[in-house]
């Protein structure tokens, strides 16, 4: 008969003395400010939070929870979109102080520390004229956009950041530091470049910096008609690889340099990144510049970092969304995004359209967890809530009918851009056969599912 051992009880004190100043618990003054994520509605009261500067102490932490049995949230940047960063009751082990970062410029590879911005990172990279491509906001962490995916500015040019992974120093389950690589741990290697943290706590990444420098590139804001959305697809899909672009069809906010007559006018309000020659850049881009009189036109070259939006820290919005994959945004389908954004009078609503192909699309489907590699666009559609449940419901609603319409066949999903949407749509990121190796490598490395709040994989035996 197998005994079971008590769990242990969480002692702060004692932890205290473990982490000296970095365990914060409900009664120190900057608890409400350390349980904070970047969303909000997600007010949950961990029982600790941990900030960890290194892999020993990572290792402490997973033991700690496996002790007490407490519930662990991994946080590394805070940007969950499913609130998985924190944790109600439970350990929050808090990556951020972890921010090493080595270049070794004539290899052109980094090795970065989990706690890292995208921006921080690419602000050092950049000093060499160097970067890896994370996704569209500077303040999301390198821990979770790397662990699912990572889609942004380069996507095109050098595909996802995992397509610029050469390996992963992570602590699993049992609290070994595993170097994975193509030669080391290569099933786990496989499984972390898409999986999440489903396999344990990543602390340190080896990227392939690519040369990037200055980029033609910044905010072009058109009018937004059927016409104008299904051109702007179009070009997207048949310029070359050197732009990627994100294209946000939503009404016009108030921000400085925005005409106060545009502010609710349906617009096109598109990041564009040309990452190569800068005349062939700026020829690339002129056909955009003619669909429409742009309404607003700062697409200039730009140090690769000033890519990333300027951000506001104090910036929690509640949101609801849905994440897909479309194959085509013909005239039809424009004025579907059009007539859902019209009807809708949530503050803020978007249909934000990524086109995909190029480096992207050359990794084969099976090369990592991440599998949609033949998926043409990816769509994700939004609205802000007032934080109310029935406005919540109100606006889910919206975003479900919205997608609904928009369905085309593709019935991926992005796994960082999911939501708390339950098991059906965690089958969805990992389609057939990436399902079932992902599972086999779960049920290995993390059979009693330590690693569960998360987009989970649940292993064999849970
Ligand atoms: C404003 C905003 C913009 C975004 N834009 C993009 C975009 O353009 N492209 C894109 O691809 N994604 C984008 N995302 C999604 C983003 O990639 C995910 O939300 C990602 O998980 C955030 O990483 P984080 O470290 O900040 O989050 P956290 O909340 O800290 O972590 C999220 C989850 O990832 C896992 N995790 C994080 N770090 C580790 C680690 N070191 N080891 C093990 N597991 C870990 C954990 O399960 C954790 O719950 C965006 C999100 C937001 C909020």
Not at 126 to 141: E, N, P, Y
Not at 338 to 347: I, K, N, Q
Not at 384 to 409: H, I, K, M, N, S
Request: proline share 7%.
């Amino acid at each position: 008969m197998a005994i079971s051992t008590p769990p242990t009880e969480l002692s702060i004190p004692t932890l205290r003395t473990e982490f000296p100043g970095r365990v914060i618990g409900p009664d120190d003054a900057t608890y409400d400010e350390a349980r904070k994520v970047l969303y909000g509605g997600f007010d949950k009261r961990p029982a600790v939070i941990i900030r960890v500067e290194n892999a020993n102490e990572v290792a402490r932490v997973i033991a700690l929870a496996g002790e007490t049995g407490l519930e662990l949230a991994v946080r590394s940047g805070g940007h969950s979109n499913a609130g998985h960063s924190t944790t109600e009751g439970g350990i929050v082990l808090d990556l951020s102080p972890m921010k090493q970062i080595e270049i070794d410029v004539p290899n052109r590879t980094a090795w970065a520390q989990a706690g890292l911005t995208a921006l921080e990172l690419t602000q050092e990279t950049d000093k060499h004229g160097l970067a890896v491509g994370f996704g569209d906001t500077g303040s999301v962490g390198i821990g979770g956009i790397t662990l699912g995916g990572g889609v942004g500015y380069l996507v095109r040019k050098h595909g996802l950041t995992i397509d610029s992974l050469l390996a992963a120093e992570i602590v699993t389950a049992d609290g070994q530091l595993l170097q994975v690589d193509e030669t080391h741990h290569p099933d786990l290697f496989w499984a972390i470049r898409g999986g999440g943290g489903n396999f344990g706590v990543a602390t340190n990444f080896k990227y392939q910096l690519h040369e990037v420098g200055t980029v033609v590139g910044g905010l072009l804001i058109l009018p937004a008609t059927s016409d104008t959305i299904a051109g702007f697809m179009a070009l997207s899909e048949s310029a070359p690889e050197e732009l990627s672009s994100i294209a946000n069809v939503m009404p016009a906010m108030p921000m400085p340099g925005v005409p106060e007559e545009l502010v609710g006018q349906v617009v096109i309000f598109a990041i564009m990144c040309w990452a190569g020659d800068e005349k062939a850049g700026e020829e690339a881009l002129k056909p955009f510049r003619a669909l429409a009189t742009p309404l607003m036109d700062e697409v200039k070259p730009i140090p690769y970092p000033q890519i990333y939006p300027p951000e506001d820290p104090d910036y929690h919005p509640t949101a609801v969304a849905h994440t897909m994959f479309i194959d085509t945004v013909d005239r039809g389908v424009a004025e579907t995004i059009m007539g859902y954004l019209e009807s809708s009078d949530a503050s803020l609503r978007v249909a934000q359209l990524r086109t995909l192909g190029g480096a992207y699309a050359r990794v084969p489907a099976d090369a990592t967890a991440y599998a949609h590699r033949s998926s043409r666009i990816m769509v994700n559609v939004a609205a802000f809530y007032d934080g109310t449940p029935e406005d919540q419901a109100v606006r889910q609603a919206w975003v479900d009918r919205f997608a609904r319409a928009l369905r085309q066949g593709d019935e991926g999903a992005y796994v960082n851009f999911l939501s708390e949407e339950g098991p059906e749509r965690v089958r969805a990121a990992y389609p057939g056969a990436t399902w079932d190796r992902l599972f086999e490598i779960k049920s290995r490395y993390d059979p009693t599912n330590l690693f569960r709040l998360n987009q989970n994989i649940p292993p064999e035996a849970t």
